[in-house]
């Protein structure tokens, strides 16, 4: 298999079929060895989180896909930690896994706090969620951009923005909801998006590492997340 890159927590390969397959890795975001889905870089190794990040993965895309929402999901192999998927035009410059993010909140917390935290307190509820993008660029730590941006910067259609950030909301929900049945509460989770057969889909992962869940006032950490969506 041709690779076509190395990214923070997934190496991408290229199928003979003309479908690209993701190779999930032990590595999560995070600083100094603490587990944040909001860092940019990669801060710790947790084993067996790879796995753990696929098998959560499947679990939404069924889940999506039981709801009539379109993925680029075909199929996974859990036993090499691998997923198959379509191939799709990811938006922005994909740089070494670059392009662009997609951050749904329900809660104000973590880099949300960092920015605007003398005007809302973290822990905040947000009624009906918060949808921001930013550009996966570690040098520039992942810029903020709105959706008359990427319109003016050439990435999207007024459109496509307005039906990624439609499908961002219906997924999220389903999410959140999937996880209250277990008695935990989503506070943020990010997403990626591409263009595939002139559709807007989810592309990448719905991973335990791509979250923030707490139980009570106790974060979950992306292992024992796992098993709680996994072993119900």
Same mark, same amino acid.
């Given at each position: 298999?041709?690779?076509?890159?190395?990214?923070? !927590?997934?190496?991408?390969?290229?199928?003979? *079929?003309?479908?690209? $397959?993701?190779?999930?890795?032990?590595?999560?975001?995070?600083?100094?060895?603490?587990?944040?889905?909001?860092? *940019?870089?990669? @801060?710790?190794? #947790?084993?067996?989180?790879?796995? %753990? *990040? $696929?098998?959560?993965? #499947?679990?939404?895309?069924? =889940?999506?896909?039981? /709801?009539?929402?379109?993925?680029?999901?075909?199929?996974?192999?859990?036993? *090499?930690?691998?997923?198959?998927?379509?191939?799709?035009?990811?938006?922005?410059?994909?740089?070494?896994?670059? +392009? $662009?993010?997609?951050?749904?909140?329900?809660?104000?917390?973590?880099?949300?706090?960092?920015?605007?935290?003398?005007?809302?307190?973290?822990?905040?509820?947000?009624?009906? +969620?918060?949808?921001?993008?930013?550009?996966?660029?570690?040098?520039?730590?992942?810029?903020?951009?709105?959706?008359?941006?990427?319109?003016?910067?050439?990435?999207?259609?007024?459109?496509?923005? /307005?039906?990624?950030?439609?499908?961002? $909301? /219906? #997924? !999220?929900?389903?999410? %959140?909801?999937?996880?209250?049945?277990?008695?935990?509460? =989503?506070?943020?989770?990010?997403?990626?998006?591409?263009?595939?057969? +002139?559709?807007?889909? =989810?592309?990448?992962?719905?991973?335990? @590492?791509?979250?923030?869940?707490?139980? @009570?006032?106790?974060?979950?950490?992306?292992?024992?997340? !796992?098993? =709680?969506?996994?072993?119900?």
């Amino acid at each position: 298999m041709k690779k076509l890159y190395t990214g923070k !927590t997934k190496d991408v390969y290229e199928l003979e *079929n003309g479908n690209v $397959l993701l190779k999930f890795k032990d590595d999560c975001t995070g600083k100094d060895g603490v587990f944040d889905p909001g860092e *940019n870089t990669v @801060g710790l190794t #947790i084993e067996g989180i790879g796995k %753990a *990040n $696929l098998q959560t993965s #499947i679990h939404y895309f069924e =889940l999506l896909k039981a /709801a009539g929402i379109k993925t680029h999901y075909v199929s996974a192999d859990i036993d *090499n930690a691998t997923m198959e998927v379509l191939p799709a035009e990811c938006f922005g410059k994909a740089q070494g896994g670059g +392009g $662009l993010e997609v951050i749904c909140r329900l809660v104000a917390t973590g880099s949300f706090i960092r920015r605007y935290g003398e005007y809302i307190k973290n822990g905040t509820r947000i009624p009906g +969620g918060y949808v921001e993008c930013t550009f996966k660029n570690d040098e520039k730590g992942d810029p903020l951009v709105t959706g008359e941006g990427l319109e003016v910067l050439g990435v999207m259609s007024p459109e496509m923005f /307005a039906e990624m950030k439609k499908q961002t $909301l /219906a #997924i !999220t929900k389903i999410v %959140a909801d999937d996880l209250a049945s277990i008695g935990l509460d =989503l506070w943020d989770i990010k997403f990626e998006f591409g263009y595939n057969n +002139g559709e807007v889909v =989810l592309i990448d992962e719905i991973a335990s @590492g791509n979250m923030r869940v707490y139980k @009570g006032d106790t974060i979950v950490e992306p292992v024992e997340l !796992t098993k =709680l969506i996994l072993n119900r």
